[in-house]
């Protein structure tokens, strides 16, 4: 098919307009995702042109999925999905999860359930696909949770009965069965929770810093051994930070000032070998103070990344999203999302969990062929 714009009438279809080459191409890169999955089925054509769209005008930029549910028995959970690429934010209809537990998720892409009985994990892009699993030997109700390639490792959080409060355990997911090796550094001892601690999973290895102090630690799985502390304090003023990985670049957030007064949320790259970090930017005055909603204290935040989008929201459940896009040669591009999930009834009487992921037309294509899954634009109130 050649580059020239092209418009052929279909007379036997009662005259109806059918594009071709760029027209048709230009016409799909303003269609979102969602409707892109169905304009695949309508003829090779259309299925060659959505693709080149995607590739050429308008490219695939990750999901932030918010997922909310009730902090109590039976958990009723609501998920809704923001796509970037449309700036469209979507209602993911779905049958009832069987809950276990709250949802809790883990560097971005990781939602899983803990309970006495059970420990329950998914890490598809959409959580179409649950795995089930005799819960860890060591009883946790807090720790920090990785999924490093076929391995799952549970780290500290434990409760106050059990003998060892920095207790590791993996999960093998391909020979299904836990396996107990070195404990956590003692010096985190005192914050060996998912509260206190951020993590980022890359390739074979998985990272934890201490969100006040910035100690970190590395962990390998392979071979059972931790490595460190580094210190991630770029800033002496910074007093809370979080990790985490967009792309291959390792990322660090921090809140500079005090809880009282966030003078600014800067960002820096981290050298996972050496662990200097070169500063790539800050948030503009404009949008932190969209970000605090209008309040004087925060004290956290949350931070989702993939690809080289990062996104960053206020803990107390408040304040608009943030969204930091990293472009080439470090320029970074901020914009804010138009919060209309946060803002509603249902998340005011239950918990959010974040998790954020490639989402491409494949996963469109299963979801909706699968359990009775749909795709809907939520109305504004």
Not at 219 to 225: Q, R, S
Request: with cysteine; aromatic share 8%; hydrophobic share 40%.
């Amino acid at each position: 098919m050649s580059g020239k714009m092209r418009l052929r009438l279909n007379e036997e279809e009662g005259a109806s307009p059918i594009f071709y080459g760029d027209v048709l191409e230009l016409i799909l890169s303003h269609v979102p995702l969602v409707d892109l999955a169905h304009a695949c089925l309508v003829s090779n054509t259309w299925k060659h042109a959505v693709s080149s769209s995607l590739f050429h005008l308008n490219k695939l930029r990750p999901w932030l999925v918010v997922h909310t549910h009730t902090t109590r028995s039976p958990y009723l959970t609501s998920t809704h999905a923001y796509d970037p690429r449309s700036r469209l934010w979507l209602h993911v209809e779905k049958p009832p999860l069987r809950h276990v537990s709250p949802l809790r998720s883990s560097h971005s892409s990781l939602l899983y359930m803990l309970s006495p009985s059970k420990f329950s994990f998914s890490r598809d892009p959409l959580h179409l696909t649950w795995h089930h699993a005799q819960p860890p030997l060591v009883w946790r109700t807090d720790p920090i949770v990785a999924a490093i390639g076929s391995r799952i490792v549970i780290a500290g959080g434990s409760c106050d009965f059990e003998d060892d409060p920095l207790a590791v355990e993996i999960y093998d997911v391909e020979s299904r069965s836990w396996d107990s090796c070195q404990s956590m550094p003692a010096n985190l001892k005192d914050s060996a929770a998912s509260t206190w601690l951020s993590i980022a999973v890359n390739g074979p290895r998985m990272f934890v810093t201490e969100k006040t102090t910035g100690e970190t630690y590395s962990f390998d799985p392979a071979t059972k051994i931790w490595n460190g502390p580094y210190e991630l304090r770029p800033d002496p003023a910074v007093f809370f930070s979080a990790i985490g990985f967009a792309g291959d670049r390792m990322i660090l957030v921090g809140l500079i000032g005090d809880a009282e007064n966030v003078e600014n949320v800067k960002l820096w790259k981290v050298d996972e070998e050496t662990m200097e970090c070169e500063k790539v930017g800050e948030m503009p005055q404009l949008l932190l103070e969209k970000l605090k909603n209008g309040n004087s204290n925060l004290a956290s935040i949350g931070v989702t990344m993939q690809g080289d989008f990062i996104y960053i929201h206020n803990t107390s459940g408040s304040g608009a999203l943030m969204c930091c896009e990293l472009k080439i040669h470090d320029e970074i591009e901020w914009s804010i999302i138009e919060n209309i999930i946060l803002s509603s009834d249902q998340t005011r009487m239950g918990s959010l969990v974040f998790t954020c992921s490639d989402v491409g037309i494949h996963d469109v294509h299963k979801a909706l062929s699968s359990d009775n899954r749909r795709f809907s634009v939520p109305s504004v109130e």
